[in-house]
């Protein structure tokens, strides 16, 4: 049978070190501040930053919502995000995605201050990560090498499978493993007999938004195995990229849906707001 890769007591674990850290700055007067621009009214969207909003309160983060309808010109967002780097009063802030139709993120993304791009996925953010140069690491890649590490997993030398190549997910991933000297496989859509190449791993992460697409064929006998994707099932509830019932007796490890990456990559969004603040900006 097995064992458990709990997020939510690891994000506990996490929430709570940010809160200590928050507790320690605003001793010495440093307020910590999380704003998030939020545009339309995607439900799913609301909901998460709704729930952002809630986490930010719990660890003593300050957060701010600004909210502009699915309409907003493109030029007023680009001046927030300018303001928003200006603004000493603001850690960190990020653009809940994905943006409705006919909003390009990337440009808005990309003029994001580093040094307060909470979310990591910027190119400067994702560039440095790459070279190896410190920068806030992207939320879900990094809550997976967290879930594993807090849970004892050593990755160093291990075969890593990374299902996905997005990069939100998949390809910071491949990233982080390999500074955890994992040797790293990286499977998308075009890849040739996924099973014979997910076999191979010691650790298998699954990022490709595919409901229940991975199952006992895909999975070596005590492998590690992370489920990343999460869908909403019409019953009610969620579920992974992995048939966890299938999967694991043949698994050392699992993650869960829900209560395992999803937890982790809110808890690294509190993480990343108060590396920010006790950091401050580049200039
Ligand atoms: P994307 O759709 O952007 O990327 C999916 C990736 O999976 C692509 O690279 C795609 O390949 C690959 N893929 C799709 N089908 C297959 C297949 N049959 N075999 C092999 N590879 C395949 O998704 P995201 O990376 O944004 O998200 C992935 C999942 O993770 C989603 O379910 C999402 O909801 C979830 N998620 C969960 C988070 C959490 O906190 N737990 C946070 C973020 C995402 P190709 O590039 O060739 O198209």
């Given at each position: 049978m097995a064992k458990i890769l709990d997020g939510k007591t690891?994000?506990?674990e996490v929430r709570s070190e940010v809160a200590s850290e928050?507790?320690?700055l605003l001793e010495r007067g440093v307020l910590v501040r999380l704003d998030v621009i939020l545009v339309g009214e995607d439900p799913a969207s609301v909901t998460y930053v709704a729930s952002k909003e809630r986490?930010?309160?719990e660890v003593g983060i300050e957060s701010k919502v600004h909210r502009f309808a699915a309409d907003v010109p493109?030029?007023?967002l680009a001046a927030l995000v300018g303001r928003s780097n200006e603004d000493t009063a603001v850690s960190g802030f990020f653009i809940q995605l994905p943006l409705p139709e006919g909003l390009d993120p990337m440009p808005l993304i990309s003029s994001i201050d580093p040094a307060k791009d909470v979310d990591g996925l910027s190119p400067e953010s994702v560039g440095r990560l790459v070279v190896g140069l410190p920068s806030l690491l992207p939320c879900t890649p990094h809550g997976v090498i967290q879930l594993l590490k807090?849970?004892?997993v050593d990755l160093s030398g291990r075969e890593a499978v990374v299902v996905g190549r997005s990069n939100l997910v998949g390809k910071p991933l491949a990233q982080l493993l390999l500074r955890e000297n994992a040797t790293v496989t990286v499977c998308h859509s075009r890849t040739q007999d996924l099973p014979e190449v997910t076999?191979?791993?010691d650790v298998l992460i699954v990022a490709a938004g595919k409901r229940e697409m991975i199952g006992a064929e895909h999975v070596g006998e005590g492998a590690v195995v992370v489920d990343v994707g999460i869908h909403r099932k019409e019953?009610?509830?969620?579920?992974g990229d992995v048939r966890f019932d299938e999967v694991e007796p043949r698994a050392a490890w699992i993650s869960p849906v829900p209560g395992g990456v999803g937890p982790m990559t809110r808890a690294m969004l509190l993480h990343n707001t108060v590396t920010a603040a006790r950091i401050g900006p580049k200039s």
């Open positions: 690891a994000a506990a928050v507790a320690g986490d930010s309160q493109q030029e007023e807090r849970n004892g076999r191979r791993a019953e009610g509830g969620l579920v």
